[in-house]
Structures are given as C-alpha cells and as structure tokens.
C-alpha cells in the first residue's frame, strides 16, 4: 500500500489509473468548468464535448507523431469488437487475413475472421505455449493476404514484440490494448490499430482505434453503419452517442503522459519498472518460472509459476494482505500475471520484487 492508502493494483484491467487523473477527474466530476454539470451529463452535441474529443485525439497524434492523415476514433465493444469489425472491413473475397497466432486474443481475432472470410496463419508459438513472438523472417505471408494482423502485447502469456514485423504493401494491423501508449511505435509501418482503454490508458467502456485515412476509404457501402470504421471516420465518432466519460478520462490520461515527458519518457520508466520484477524472476528460477522467453517478455505483463498451485493461491493471497491485489493469473494459463501499466508506480514494482524475494525465503 502507498502512502496514499491506495493499493497497488497489478490486475490486467480494469487497472490502475495514475492519481493525478484521478484527482482532476474527481474535482471536476460535480462541475466540469462551470456548466454546473458533470461529464457523465453533458450532451455528445455540446461544444463542452467536442473540446473534451478534439483535444483527446490531438493529444494522442502528438503522444504517436501523427499527422492529419491518420484518424483517432473512439469507439465501444472493446477489443473484441475489433475481431469482427476488422475482416468485415477489409477482408474482401479473394483476399486471406494473415495471423500471427501469439496468444488467447490474437487467436480469437483469427477465429472471428474465420466467419467472414478466408485466413491463413503466417506464424504461431502455440504448440509451445505461446511463450514467444516471431523473430524476423519467421512470419510466412500467405499469397494475396488483405492485411496482417498482430498482437503487439499479449496479457494472458506475457510476451511482446520488440520489433515489428515488416510487411511492405501488406497492410499491418495490431491490438495494442495492453500496450498502447507505453513506449514510441513506428506508426509507419501500419495501416491501423486499437486498444481497449482499460489496460493502459483509461476506464472499461471506450476503444481508440487509429487508422490511416486512405486506409479507412473506400469501404462497402452494405456495411451496418456502427460497424463501418468510414462512420466513425466521417462523424468525429459522433455518429451516435459515445463513450462520453470514457474519453474524457483517455483524454487526462493523454495529458498526463505528456506531462511525465511523452512516450520516449515512458518507455524508459516502463522498462526500468518491469526491469525490478523480472531480476527476482531470473534470481530465483527454479521457484519463479517465467513463461515467456526473454527476448519476448513484455514490459507490461509478468508472467510465472512457482512449484505448486498451493503455493500461487498463498503467493496471491499473501499478497493481498500486503497491499497488492489482481496478481492471479488469468483463466486460461493460470499462475501468477503482474500487470505493470503506466500507472503502476516503480514503488509498486519495489514493492513486489521485496514481497517475491521474501515469499522466496519463506517458502523455498
């Protein structure tokens, strides 16, 4: 616990929020600049909304570099609205949706796209546990493939890409939802990508989607409006109501990280953050069993087991009592997951490297 009394909350999202936002929003949340209502009242119409919108997505193109050819949208469904919505877009007949099969969620994005088109695996690390991303030269295009698609950080497994794939005039996609925001991305090198707010960025219930404007053109006219990106496009993502709370909390989270010195700044605190609890990992591996190869950790998500599950289910519950909270694993892979966001303080981390070495001690 901090000396905020606020604990530290390693869960995978929803996850922690950095106190500053918190503190802003909670001032502002009776009386947002004097229009004697809050946020969660005021019409999508308003200009008080579309100042809060504007200044949301102009925050996040300067947090990436993004000039006025690319669209910040903000929509709802999470991610897995995204497995959908993304064939349905731009999986054309004759065309193959290319995956890089890494873990739970790029899996089941390929599985959605299945309903819709044609797809092609252009890599897996499934029959290893998903305990790696490709190296380069090892994700095999398949023959007229619409678009490639990734999971840049994958929260079940606890890997990430370090470099990303080159794919030419093949379209790059990827989920950044648990990595979005964290470090500077080559926004070059894709077409389009998204993440759901509440890992990284923000609260449950909003998605930002970023897309290449002449990407996003030209889409099939018989699609459902609310799942053509060209809708969101074209209304500033007002074409109903939005998630209006939600990007107003992206939208501080955004300043917030310009603030601490923009995403070169974040990326050298995320990495020194993850660096703590992963020198526990490696002292102690025969009780602290990483799952993910250590040229594809994640900075974001520690994943590994001890010996027993007796002894995980006692790790997290003596956890608990110190402070820290949402370190069981997740459903699918079980063990122990410490999600470490760019909210997450380096004190948590110290915390926790602290409580692993003497759980060590305690239980070796």
């Not at 003596?318 to 459903?331: C, D, F, I, P, T």
């Amino acid at each position: 616990m901090n000396k905020m009394g606020r604990i530290f909350n390693f869960g995978a999202g929803p996850s922690m929020l950095p106190l500053p936002v918190l503190e802003q929003a909670q001032a502002e949340l009776l009386d947002y600049k004097g229009s004697g209502m809050s946020v969660m009242e005021i019409s999508h119409r308003s200009d008080l909304f579309e100042d809060i919108n504007h200044e949301a997505q102009k925050d996040i193109k300067t947090l990436l570099h993004l000039d006025d050819n690319w669209s910040v949208m903000f929509m709802g469904g999470g991610g897995t609205l995204q497995f959908s919505m993304i064939p349905m877009n731009f999986l054309m007949p004759g065309k193959v949706g290319a995956y890089a099969d890494t873990g739970n969620f790029a899996h089941k994005a390929m599985l959605e796209a299945d309903k819709i088109g044609e797809t092609a695996v252009a890599y897996s690390s499934r029959s290893t546990g998903y305990d790696r991303v490709p190296k380069k030269g090892e994700i095999q295009m398949p023959h007229q493939a619409a678009y490639l698609y990734i999971n840049s950080n994958n929260t079940v497994y606890g890997t990430e890409y370090h470099e990303y794939p080159e794919t030419g005039h093949v379209p790059l996609i990827a989920d950044f939802s648990s990595d979005f925001l964290s470090r500077p991305v080559p926004m070059d090198r894709f077409s389009l990508v998204y993440g759901g707010a509440q890992k990284n960025i923000g609260p449950a219930g909003v998605t930002v989607v970023i897309g290449k404007k002449s990407f996003l053109r030209g889409r099939d006219s018989r699609l459902p409006l609310m799942l053509n990106y060209e809708t969101f496009m074209d209304h500033d993502s007002t074409y109903n109501t939005p998630p209006v709370y939600g990007i107003y909390i992206v939208g501080l989270v955004a300043k917030w990280l310009l603030a601490q010195g923009g995403l070169e700044a974040m990326a050298v605190r995320n990495a020194r953050k993850s660096k703590i609890v992963y020198d526990v990992i490696d002292a102690y591996p025969d009780f602290y069993v990483g799952r993910a190869q250590k040229d594809s950790r994640s900075l974001m998500n520690a994943t590994f087991n001890l010996p027993t599950s007796e002894l995980e289910a006692l790790f997290v519950e003596s956890a608990a009592q110190n402070g820290m909270v949402g370190l069981k694993g997740h459903r699918v892979s079980g063990g122990i997951r410490a999600s470490m966001y760019n909210a997450m303080p380096q004190e948590g981390c110290e915390t926790l490297a602290a409580f692993m070495d003497d759980f060590y001690r305690r239980h070796r």
